[in-house]
Nanobody
């Protein structure tokens, strides 16, 4: 398993942008599909975006498609979630997740390692 640490959360006005980073430990980062999930108060954790271990495919929920972009830098063991045109409904704790050699990862069960989360708050 890998250890994951998220950063980059904060408070932003609607329409603004934030860039979340997730740093992973270990020397096998390139073998892990990486994902972002979020959980708002009183709601279940939901899928946001993912990038396959090969880097060849990305996946997005309908609610963020066209506004968020996921990318990875295997040399830095890092995955980035660039969030633009933020809305108040994007407010949640955002979690980074890793799943080894997982294909088409969009479910929580596809990921075996999770970070502690970073708070994103979008004010109206």
């Amino acid at each position: 398993q890998v250890q994951l640490v998220e950063s980059g959360g904060g408070l932003v006005q609607a329409g603004g942008s934030l860039r979340l980073s997730c740093a992973a430990s270990g020397r096998t980062f390139s073998s892990y599909s990486m994902g972002w999930f979020r959980q708002a108060p009183g709601k279940k954790r939901e899928f946001v975006a993912a990038i396959q271990w090969s880097g060849s495919s990305t996946y997005y929920s309908d609610s963020v498609k066209g506004r968020f972009t996921i990318s990875r830098d295997n040399a830095k063991n890092t995955v980035i979630l660039q969030m633009n045109s933020l809305k108040p409904e994007d407010t949640a704790v955002y979690y980074c997740a890793a799943g080894r050699y997982t294909f088409a990862p969009t479910r929580a069960d596809d990921f075996g390692s999770w970070g502690q989360g970073t708070q994103v708050t979008v004010s109206s």
